[in-house]
Structure formats: C-alpha cells, structure tokens
C-alpha cells in the first residue's frame, strides 16, 4: 500500500511536468490551431536560459528564473513573427514540419552554446525530502505539483477574467467574427506563443531541478507530454493537467508494478505506457476527454 | 519570328490531340529522350561512379523507394504520419527472418516484407478513419515508439538490442547482385546493389505512376483534396484511406528489407522517430504528390550529410578532431537538416520538383516568360 501510495505521488510530480509542457502546447493550439513541435526545444532553452542567469551571472534563483520566463517568452513571440506568420493558410502538415524542423535547429544552438555535459542547474531544493506518513516527497515535486497547478489557476483566471484572454477564446472559436469585433487576431497569437514560450521556461526549471540534471535533451519530455495533451483534449487546459497526471501515474505504476508482474511486456515498458494509454483512449473518444469535436461542414 | 515558331513549335508537341495523349506516359519526344538517358545513366552509372559515391547513391535509391512509399500516403492522400519508420523496421526484420534465418530467395524475402509492411499498414490504417490532422500525427509518432519497443524487446525474432545479422542472398536466378560479374567485369558489391535497387526504384515509380492514374489512385487525391466532398461522390473513405495505408507501408516494408540486406545488420535503434522525420523532409523537400519528387528529395537528404561530411575540413567553425573547438560534423548536419526543412517550407513549398518545373516552364515558354 505504502509502495502503491509512493508511486502515485512519483507520478504525480511526473504528471505535473507532463502538464507544465502540455499547457504550452495548448496555448498555441487554442489560438492557432498549430501544434508546436518545438515546444521541447523551448522548454530546453528556458531551462538553460536560468542556469546562465543564475550559474554563470549569479543572480538569485527566483530572478533567474524571471528572466528565463520572459527569454523564453520572447523567443516563442519572435519565432511567431519572424517564420510561423509566414505559414498562414498552409496546410496542417506543412506547419508541424516546420515546427519540426525548427526543433532541430533549436536544440543544436542549445548545444552549441552551453555544450553536451550535464550541468547544475542549482535550484535551491536541491535533494531534499518531506516525509509525510510512510511517504517521502522530494521537494522539487511538491514545488513541480504546486507550479503546475499555479499555473492552470492562472490560466483560469487568464482566460475567463482578462480581456486578452476573452479575446484569445473568441479568436479561438471564430477567427473572422473575432476580427470582425476589432480584436487584433496578430497580438492574439503573439500572446499565445508569449505564454506558450513562459509556460514551457517553467516546465523546463522543473525538468532540470535536482542533480546534473541539466543536460540538452532535457527538451525530450516533450514527446512523451504529447500523449498528456491528446489524452486531455488539444484545446482544454484543465484537459492537459488531468492528462498530464493520468499518463504520470500510469508510467511511475507500470514501472512499479510491470517488471514483476508483466515481465513479458519487456524492459522499459514504463517508456512507451504514454503510448499505450493515448491510443487507448483516442480510440475510445476521438477527441481527447476535454476536447471539443470538430464540426465537420459539407 | 523564327524565335516565337519555335515556341510554338515546342509547345504544339506538347499538345494534346486525343485521349490516348492524355493517358500516355511518355507523351513527349523529350520525355522519351529523358528515358532512354536515364537507362543509359542506369546502365553505365557504376562503371564510373567510385565506390563511396555508389554507397550514398544505393542508400538514396533505398530511401527512394520508402518516400515514394510515404508520397502516396501523405502526398496523395493527404494523411500525416510520423510512422514510417515503424513500417521500415517492419521490412527491415522480416527481411532479416525469411530471408536471413529462413534462406529463402530473393523475390520471396521482398515480397514476404512487402506482405508484412501490408499487413501491418491495414492494422494501422483504421486509426485513421477516427482521427484527422495533428491527432493522425501525434499518435502515429505513438507507433513508432511502441514499434521500437518490440523490435528492442522481442528477442527471439528481433534479436533485442544487439540487433540482427541480415544474410538475406541477393540472387534473382543466375545473376548473383552481391558479386555480380557481367562479360568478364566484376562489380563491387555496391555497384551490383546499383542495379537491383535502382532498377526497383524505377518499378516502384512506374506502380506508383500507374497507380495514382487508377480509380483507387484518383480516390486517394479526392479524399486528400476534401475527404467529405469524396465521400459524397461515392469514394468509400474507410476502403480508400486503409488502402493509402496499405500500399505506403508496403513499399516503407520493401525499402527497410532492402536496407536491411544492404547494410547486413539491423538495429532498432535506427527504426525511430528521427527516420520518420527524415523521410517527411524527403518529400517535403522533393516536392510532395509527384513522383520524381520524393526520388530528388531522397538523392539530397542522404547525400548532404556525405557532402558536409567530405569538406568538414574545408567549412570554417566545424570541428574535425576531437578536442578542437567550433560544432561537431554531427551538431552541423542536425541544424542544417533543420534548417533546409524551414527553409524549404517558407520559400519553396512544392519542394525541389518545382524548381524544376519552372525552369521547365520557362523553356517551353521562351522567349515568354509567363
């Protein structure tokens, strides 16, 4: 039961770095409908963006971590003006291509810049550990947990209190009745891809808290953050943090349970459960558990 | 004067007089010039090309043949799929099994892997008929990392991590592709693959031609162009789109079981996500729903990183030993890799085959530039 109780936090704190990635892509796919493959590689340079604030300038951690948010924040405005503006009207394949390929440069200025080592990235949680019951919780999940929850209580009251955010809602649903009521659909989706940049710098301090656990790949998550966004929905994030728990737990308890229960599945399944439940459940509901069906027009 | 009849002159061949015209593959006194140089090319190509120029070219055609696989599913049905490299292992492993374990021939081991690249695109192909767009995409990169599990895991067939030996024989009757010797003149084992790969590149571009001309193949562009205006027309969408499935990962499947017996060993390592990617960029930067397209992107994606790979110590900033400051050759060819897809996607969209179909355009043309 303790092990049980165990795994379920391990995955929550995973889910909520799950979530921390998923809600930067739900941003961008709210206002624009593109689904932005280098997400990972933004979340790499926020991470990395407070590890040279904090490490190499020595500002505090918390400041660090302000300048990472607005780095990162910037560089997805840029990234929208400067190449995905240029992508208007193309079909869905052409931009997730691009996207993709934007990745690949991306992560080789990361490396370029800060080299292949792993690094400290020296968030002041460091190892330590609460202990509540029977359970030991490190630090940074618990600190992960709240962000991410932070983050969609923000979202929350982005969305439903602020005028941008009743703005990026309307442009979400009706592009043209939006600009039609003199809402600016281009600062819409500059914010988008602003927030959508912010989000990801603090899923990547998260990411890359602890030990040397720095490192260029720390972008990767992304991939598995994928099935967290589907499984939600791609235009809901309250469906991003519920997706983002359920793949967390899933993994922490197959990598808990599988190897001794289900040895025949293999070693390493846990890596490929994201996989398996995605699937699962898209076959179940084509549109994710929060997200809104497509009408399709004849 | 002179100059504009021979405008006219060139355009009037070009012109269609009756149906059989319209349905003609060689059309043109050109287009059947362009043949008979590419079967010349074909036939004298490894005689003067050097061995290390043959071995990018036999793994361009390899690739070849697995994006014009992928152009019929993306290009021409207009489903994304990050899964290809799934269907190349799949190949790649049945090539390795019934070929190599089982020693059977040549012809029996590719079409056995064009069997199971068929087989496993119907069990895929369905997903498709529930999900549309980013959704298609995101759970076919699923596949692929669910795929690269089996191959790391089940041992028995796939030999796990270590990889495979793959002693698939390469003899069609007599003529033995691995030591082919004709008229006294030994070939390397690169420049007889030459000729076996590159001779199924021409098949399969000739299929898929004849293909996309058929009702199922004028099916798949409907259902492409607007899958509901198709559907109303009579074009069964779920038929339709398995079959798009089915034929794209077939030929994915002939394409890895032919890598696989070209580079003698399998790793599951290979059969990932980044193989997907690369095949996308191939028709991207080919030129997506045409058949030559896919073949150009194949020749440039495989033979950039050659290319960057032979000047290194030519292109200022790369490091070549290790220990030198500036980019790895590896860091290089990733960014570059990145960036010809950007830039092809935000400057030249139809890729490399309309490069040149405006420098066609604009001789037939001449002196009009319009």
């Known amino acids: 039961m303790n092990n049980f109780l165990q795994y379920c936090f391990g995955g929550s704190a995973l889910g909520a770095r799950y979530a921390l990635v998923a809600l930067g892509f739900v941003v961008i796919h709210r206002a624009t409908g593109v689904i932005n493959f280098a997400q990972g590689s933004i979340v790499a340079l926020g991470a990395y963006f407070t590890f040279n604030a904090h490490q190499t300038w ?12 607005l780095g990162a924040a910037a560089v997805g405005v840029l990234i929208e003006r400067f190449i995905l503006r240029r992508m208007a009207g193309e079909p869905v394949f052409s931009v997730i291509m691009l996207t993709i390929g934007l990745l690949f440069v991306i992560d080789q200025v990361v490396t370029m810049v800060w080299g292949q080592d792993a690094q400290n990235l020296g968030d002041p949680w460091g190892i330590d550990t609460v202990t509540a019951g029977e359970i030991v919780m490190a630090v940074e999940d618990l600190w992960s947990i709240g962000l991410a929850f932070a983050v969609v209580a923000a979202f929350f009251v982005f969305f439903h209190y602020s005028g941008t ?32 940049g912010a989000v990801a710098a603090i ?96 | 004067m002179t ?8 355009a009037n061949r070009a012109m269609l007089r009756d149906h059989l015209d319209t349905t003609a593959l060689w059309r043109t006194g050109w287009r059947r010039a362009g043949l008979v140089i590419g079967l010349l090319v074909y036939i004298v190509a490894p005689l003067y090309l050097s061995d290390f120029q043959l071995t990018v070219v036999d793994y361009a055609g390899i690739a070849a043949i697995g994006a014009i696989g992928l152009n019929v599913l993306t290009g021409y049905t207009g489903q994304i799929s990050l899964g290809h490299g799934f269907f190349l292992g799949a190949g790649a492993y049945t090539a390795a099994y019934v070929g190599g374990e089982l020693d059977l021939p040549l012809p029996l081991w590719l079409a056995t892997a064009a069997l199971a690249g068929a087989l496993v695109g119907a069990v895929i192909g369905p997903f498709a008929l529930r999900l549309r767009g980013s959704y298609l995409a995101i759970i076919t990169l699923g596949l692929v990392f669910i795929g690269q599990h089996v191959f790391e895991n089940w041992d028995s067939v796939t030999g796990g991590l270590n990889g495979l030996a793959v002693t698939a024989p390469v003899e069609l009757g007599p003529v033995d592709f691995a030591e082919l010797d004709v008229a006294g003149h030994a070939f390397t084992r690169n420049g007889g693959y030459f000729y076996l790969i590159w001779g199924l590149v021409a098949l399969v571009a000739l299929l898929v031609k004849n293909l996309m001309r058929s ?29 798009s499935f089915v034929v794209s990962s077939s030929l994915a499947a002939v394409a890895g079981a032919l890598y696989g017996s070209y580079q003698r060993f ?47 110590d030519r292109i200022p900033g790369v490091a070549t030993q ?45 002196p009009f530039s319009y």
């Open chain 2, 266 to 312: 399998v790793n599951p390592d290979e059969f990932g996500l980044f193989l997907s990617i690369r095949y996308v960029a191939m028709i991207v930067i080919g030129g997506v729903a045409t058949i030559y397209g896919p073949v150009l992107g194949a020749l440039f994606i495989t033979a950039v990183p050659h290319v960057i790979d032979a000047w290194s």
């Open chain 2, 215 to 243: 009702r199922l193949g004028r099916a798949f562009q409907a259902v492409r162009d607007r899958d509901s205006a198709a559907a109303v027309m009579g074009v069964r969408l779920a038929r339709t789109k398995v079959m």
């Open chain 1, 203 to 298: 899923a990547g301090v998260t990411l890359a808290s602890g030990p040397a656990a720095l490192r260029p790949s720390v972008g990767l998550i992304a991939l598995a953050a994928f099935p967290a966004m589907i499984l939600g929905g791609l235009d809901s994030p309250f469906g991003a943090v519920v997706g983002g728990f359920i793949i967390g737990i899933t993994q922490t308890l197959t990598a808990g349970y599988q190897p001794t229960h289900a040895s025949w599945l293999g070693e390493d399944f846990q890596a490929v459960t994201p996989y398996v439940v995605m699937i699962v459940i898209l076959m179940l509901r084509p549109y994710g558990l929060f997200g809104t069906k497509e009408v399709e027009r004849l």
């Open chain 2, 3 to 10: 100059a504009i009849l021979r405008g006219r002159d060139s």
């Open chain 2, 322 to 366: 290790p220990g030198e400051s500036g980019i790895t050759v590896f860091a290089l060819n990733q960014a570059l890799f990145g960036v010809l897809i950007v830039g092809f996607l935000l400057f030249e969209p139809r890729g490399l085959a309309a490069v040149w179909a405006r420098v066609k355009t604009y001789f037939q043309s001449w």
């Open chain 1, 165 to 196: 955010g009743l703005a990026m809602r309307a442009v979400a649903i009706d592009e043209e009745a939006a600009m039609a009521r003199g809402i600016s659909v281009r600062r819409v989706v500059a914010v988008a891809w602003g927030i959508s």
């Open chain 1, 58 to 69: 020595g500002l505090p951690f918390v400041v660090a971590v302000g300048i990472a948010v």
